[in-house]
Nanobody
Framework: VQLQASGGGLVQAGDSLRLSCTASGRAFSANVMGWFRQASGKEREFVAA????????AYKDSVKGRFTIYRDSAKNTVYLQMNSLKPEETAVYYC????????????????????WGQGTQVTVSS
């Protein structure tokens, strides 16, 4: 199973970006996919997660109302739409997936995810 993340880039504060994470591989059946980020010198932190088919979502408090996670099942892709980006959100963004159907609290835990993408750099200038 491979996860391919893309869509990062250099933007100014207040701009938007949409990250994509496409899953491929044999018999892959994820029930939860999430986005995490890691800034230089800091620990990896949860950003957002989506569980299906019930479309349960979870967000880091600081991104609520600005970020949206959603899925295109036909393309096996999960997106993270990020609006009103802030300089402190500069980080490498990683997508992750798990076949487990976790409750909300577990969806925030990076150790619950078996599969990880390679990361995509998001840089927000002030």
């Amino acid at each position: 199973v491979q996860l391919q993340a893309s869509g990062g880039g250099l933007v100014q504060a207040g701009d938007s970006l949409r990250l994509s994470c496409t899953a491929s591989g044999r018999a892959f059946s994820a029930n939860v996919m999430g986005w995490f980020r890691q800034a230089s010198g800091k620990e990896r932190e949860f950003v957002a997660a989506l569980r299906w088919p019930d479309k349960l979502t979870a967000y880091k408090d600081s991104v609520k109302g600005r970020f949206t996670i959603y899925r295109d099942s036909a393309k096996n892709t999960v997106y993270l739409q990020m609006n009103s980006l802030k300089p402190e959100e500069t980080a490498v963004y990683y997508c992750a997936a798990t076949s487990a159907r976790y409750v909300l609290s577990a969806m925030r835990d990076p150790f619950r995810y078996e599969y990880w993408g390679q990361g995509t750099q998001v840089t927000v200038s002030s």
